[in-house]
């Protein structure tokens, strides 16, 4: 009986040993990850014209927050962001955005922008496509330096990319390196309560969408002529759908896709950058294919 007994011991001890090896060990994979996630090296950075921007020709040494993934030095353009140095008189397709369209974990060959211009070429849409993308944007500041850029390039066609519960954000990067210019403690406390703070804005995104997305529309785009400068497509991203937006958006006639994410129903993990969640590689392949269809047959139906 003792011996029975002392086997049941020696099963026990070794099921908590292991169990608590890995408990451990998952525990440390995720401490490395918020350390590296809060230690992500920008270059030196700011405010320009009211929004935040990197430094141009800057280089970044790391931005993703899976300390796993090695990435090469990624060496910025003239004007900050990912691509060639952009040029006065060349048309540009342009696709505006947060982290999305800048591609956080992703090479230069696995960010939309590149799988756009692929797809349209394909299609017979031959055009240089830039990536307007910017780390940490709300709907607001992508669409004040939609306005910049149309104003500075020739951009007869602009891709917004919106995300659903998460791009109408009251205070995004750009509000935040501006409170810290102005009160640095006011920054340092917003800063400790940040995680608290985007949970109840996604929680709150279709009361944000209802109350303050006709306004900053009317501001940004409507009042500044934008849709009148570029042909605006929407690119609407998420679970949820919104009358209020798209309402808005037939009412002024600028067209939009709602980007149809059923490729990620069967294996999730090929959408995701392991350990860290933005679009992967196969995500914005197979979402350029449907904003490079949807450009296309509008294309064809000025055309006739």
Not at 152 to 158: D, F, G
């Amino acid at each position: 009986m003792r011996r029975k007994n002392t086997k049941n011991h020696r099963k026990i001890a070794f099921f908590i040993i292991f169990w608590l090896s890995i408990a451990l060990l998952a525990g440390a994979r995720v401490y490395h990850v918020r350390k590296q996630a809060a230690n992500i090296k920008l270059p030196d950075a700011g405010l320009e014209q009211g929004i935040y921007r990197f430094r141009k020709n800057a280089v970044l040494e790391e931005y993703c927050r899976n300390p796993f993934l090695k990435l090469d030095k990624l060496q910025l353009n003239n004007e900050g962001f990912r691509g060639g140095d952009l040029k006065t008189g060349q048309n540009y397709v342009a696709v505006f955005g947060d982290s999305y369209v800048f591609g956080m974990c992703l090479k230069d060959n696995e960010t939309i922008s590149h799988f756009l211009k692929a797809e349209m070429d394909a299609l017979g849409l031959e055009n240089e496509v830039v990536n307007f993308g910017m780390l940490g944007y709300n709907l607001r500041s992508t669409l004040m330096l939609a306005n910049q850029m149309v104003d500075r390039y020739s951009i007869p066609l602009a891709v917004i990319y919106f995300l659903l519960e998460d791009d109408l954000l009251e205070c995004d990067i750009s509000c935040q390196q501006a409170m810290r210019e102005r009160d640095p403690i006011e920054y340092q406390n917003f800063r400790k309560t940040i995680e608290a703070y985007l949970e109840q804005e996604h929680k709150n995104s279709e009361e944000l969408i209802r109350a303050g997305f006709e306004k900053l529309f009317s501001e940004q785009v409507i009042e500044r002529g934008l849709h009148k400068k570029t042909s605006l497509v929407f690119v609407l991203i998420g679970t949820q759908r919104s009358e209020v937006i798209t309402g808005l958006l037939d009412q002024y006639q600028i067209r939009y896709v709602q980007l149809q994410e059923d490729f990620c129903n069967e294996i999730l993990q090929n959408c995701k950058v392991p350990l860290d969640g933005h679009p992967s590689g196969f995500f914005n392949s197979q979402a350029a294919k449907q904003i490079a269809g949807a450009i296309k047959g509008w294309s064809d139906n000025q055309a006739q």
